[in-house]
């Protein structure tokens, strides 16, 4: 590791990256973010005031400047819609790829590349087509990478997030790929170095991390990760009587000492099935009628927590509860990533 070492956090959003980077302990300057959301790019200079923000499309930008960031690590979570499996999966063709092409072009033509590169998203992105170019275009210019699967479930936190992620350095020959078939889909669930609990599978070689921690009592407990909240504070996290009696029951519902929650997306409170768990805080679920006073929504900060971010980080007081969900839904989990940029920038 270079003694300066630099870093380029492409579509930073709310700075889940950098906040990795300060859990791995790693010592580094980002050097510049990018990212086109006004109200997330408040909240990364709100955390980290010393950096650079360029609020600009990356496609849109030139060349030099790129070249003159110097940086050793280029970290990247691009937009994952073409990739969802709730969505259309039109993957390169989809316009919201065309940044994320445009790197893996920029790759081959920029003259100080990356050391190392971070990539995550969301678990599809491994079926992708925008996966094979990436790949090809890795191996060309003269990276060795390595692919994971993984979720937070077995780093002990209760909340399930299964990402995909890229990790990938450049040591090795640079050479053609003539075609796919030597990117098979292997995919860690590990990470050497690390203490990770492995996902159930099938004899198909499905993988299921929540099955992975089922008799795992060390997972830790919900309520360690929730914050003590007043009648009056808790206000503004009541579900919605009618969201309540009608969609009460397509909720995932949890309990402060469960050990698990599933995963919070951007649109979390806003539809009820598959965005984010709710709180069911006394009583046990299922037997016990959820009621508008023992049940309410994660706050922010709680989900914050389940992400792994530090008790640094923080909303500008003018962000709003459903802004700081989604930003937070469009994140990623500090402490998976933190483990994978150890073991990139020191051991692998
Ligand atoms: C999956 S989120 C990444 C979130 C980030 N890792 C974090 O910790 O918050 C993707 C981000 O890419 C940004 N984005 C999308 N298209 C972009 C583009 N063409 N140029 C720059 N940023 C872009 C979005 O605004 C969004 O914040």
């Given at each position: 590791?270079?003694?300066e070492?630099?870093?380029?956090?492409f579509y930073?959003g709310i700075?889940?990256?950098?906040?990795s980077?300060?859990?791995?302990?790693?010592?580094?300057?980002?050097?510049?973010?990018?990212?086109?959301?006004?109200v997330?790019n408040?909240?990364?200079?709100?955390?980290?005031p010393g950096?650079?923000?360029m609020?600009?499309?990356?496609?849109?930008?030139?060349?030099?400047?790129f070249?003159?960031l110097?940086?050793?690590?280029w970290?990247?979570?691009?937009?994952?819609?073409?990739?969802?499996?709730?969505?259309l999966?039109k993957?390169s063709?989809?316009q919201?790829?065309?940044?994320?092409?445009?790197?893996?072009?920029?790759?081959?033509?920029?003259?100080?590349?990356?050391?190392?590169?971070?990539?995550?998203?969301?678990?599809?992105?491994?079926?992708?087509?925008?996966?094979?170019?990436?790949l090809?275009?890795l191996v060309?210019?003269?990276?060795?990478?390595?692919?994971?699967l993984l979720?937070?479930?077995q780093?002990?936190?209760?909340?399930?997030?299964?990402?995909y992620?890229?990790?990938?350095k450049?040591d090795?020959?640079?050479?053609?790929?003539?075609?796919?078939?030597?990117?098979?889909a292997?995919?860690r669930?590990?990470?050497?170095?690390?203490?990770?609990?492995?996902?159930?599978?099938?004899s198909e070689?499905?993988?299921?991390?929540?099955?992975?921690?089922?008799?795992?009592?060390?997972?830790?407990?919900?309520?360690?990760?929730?914050q003590?909240?007043?009648?009056?504070?808790s206000?503004p996290?009541?579900?919605?009587?009618?969201?309540?009696?009608?969609?009460?029951y397509?909720?995932?519902?949890?309990t402060?000492?469960s050990r698990?929650?599933?995963c919070?997306?951007k649109?979390?409170t806003?539809?009820a099935?598959?965005?984010?768990?709710i709180?069911?805080?006394?009583?046990?679920?299922?037997?016990?009628?959820?009621?508008?006073?023992?049940?309410?929504?994660f706050?922010?900060?709680?989900?914050?927590n389940?992400?792994?971010?530090?008790?640094?980080?923080?909303?500008?007081?003018?962000?709003?509860?459903r802004?700081g969900?989604?930003?937070?839904?469009n994140?990623l989990?500090?402490?998976i990533?933190s483990?994978?940029?150890?073991?990139?920038?020191?051991r692998m």
């Amino acid at each position: 590791m270079p003694s300066e070492f630099r870093v380029a956090e492409f579509y930073s959003g709310i700075g889940g990256m950098h906040f990795s980077l300060k859990e791995a302990g790693i010592e580094s300057e980002v050097v510049r973010a990018f990212d086109i959301n006004t109200v997330a790019n408040e909240v990364y200079k709100h955390n980290f005031p010393g950096v650079p923000v360029m609020q600009r499309s990356i496609e849109s930008l030139p060349m030099s400047l790129f070249e003159a960031l110097r940086a050793d690590l280029w970290t990247m979570s691009p937009p994952c819609q073409p990739y969802t499996r709730q969505g259309l999966q039109k993957g390169s063709e989809d316009q919201r790829a065309k940044s994320f092409l445009f790197i893996i072009d920029l790759l081959a033509r920029v003259e100080r590349k990356p050391t190392y590169i971070l990539m995550e998203n969301v678990a599809g992105f491994e079926k992708s087509d925008t996966r094979a170019l990436f790949l090809r275009q890795l191996v060309r210019v003269g990276y060795r990478f390595e692919e994971y699967l993984l979720n937070p479930l077995q780093l002990c936190y209760p909340n399930s997030r299964t990402r995909y992620y890229l990790l990938a350095k450049l040591d090795a020959e640079p050479r053609e790929c003539p075609n796919d078939a030597e990117f098979p889909a292997r995919f860690r669930h590990d990470v050497p170095g690390a203490s990770l609990i492995p996902p159930a599978s099938d004899s198909e070689g499905h993988v299921d991390f929540e099955k992975g921690v089922w008799h795992h009592d060390e997972v830790r407990q919900v309520k360690e990760f929730m914050q003590s909240l007043t009648v009056e504070e808790s206000a503004p996290y009541r579900l919605n009587p009618r969201v309540l009696e009608k969609h009460g029951y397509v909720h995932d519902v949890v309990t402060p000492e469960s050990r698990r929650t599933c995963c919070f997306t951007k649109g979390y409170t806003h539809y009820a099935e598959g965005t984010g768990s709710i709180l069911q805080l006394e009583g046990a679920v299922g037997k016990d009628d959820m009621t508008l006073d023992n049940t309410r929504y994660f706050t922010p900060r709680e989900v914050a927590n389940l992400m792994g971010f530090p008790a640094e980080f923080t909303l500008p007081e003018n962000t709003s509860i459903r802004q700081g969900y989604r930003l937070l839904g469009n994140s990623l989990s500090v402490s998976i990533v933190s483990v994978l940029m150890d073991y990139l920038v020191r051991r692998m």
